[in-house]
Nanobody, 124 residues
Framework: QVQLVESGGGLVQAGGSLTLSCTASGHSISSYHLGWFRQAQGKEREFVAVAKGNTGRTWYADSVKGRFTISRDFTKNTVDLQMENLESGDTAVYYC?????????????????WGRGTQVTVSS
């Protein structure tokens, strides 16, 4: 069993920056893929970024590539999402998620564990 807790959400103006953090607890966290998803009001949950288990290789959604950076610390079992040049379209609840499958996926239904989410609101 894996528990995930997000923090760092808040209100920021367009063009600003914000960093989200996620702390994972459980066994063999290093083998899980840890990622970030977001869900805007009235929309489907969408993939943002992932850091692969063991190797730490990363992958980003096109909508955030070049603006967001996912950083994983295998020692502390944490994964951060550094968000730069924020846009109004980034407003959403951001969720940390863990995937225990052998192969990783960008589909939300593939991930087994979820945090409660943290709100990010970008004003413009």
């Amino acid at each position: 069993q894996v528990q995930l807790v997000e923090s760092g959400g808040g209100l920021v103006q367009a063009g600003g920056s914000l960093t989200l953090s996620c702390t994972a607890s459980g066994h063999s966290i290093s083998s899980y893929h840890l990622g970030w998803f977001r869900q805007a009001q009235g929309k489907e949950r969408e993939f943002v970024a992932v850091a692969k288990g063991n190797t730490g290789r990363t992958w980003y959604a096109d909508s955030v590539k070049g603006r967001f950076t996912i950083s994983r610390d295998f020692t502390k079992n944490t994964v951060d999402l550094q968000m730069e040049n924020l846009e109004s379209g980034d407003t959403a609840v951001y969720y940390c998620a863990a995937d225990g499958a052998r192969s990783w996926s960008i589909r939300a239904e593939q991930f087994d564990y979820w945090g409660r989410g943290t709100q990010v609101t970008v004003s413009s």
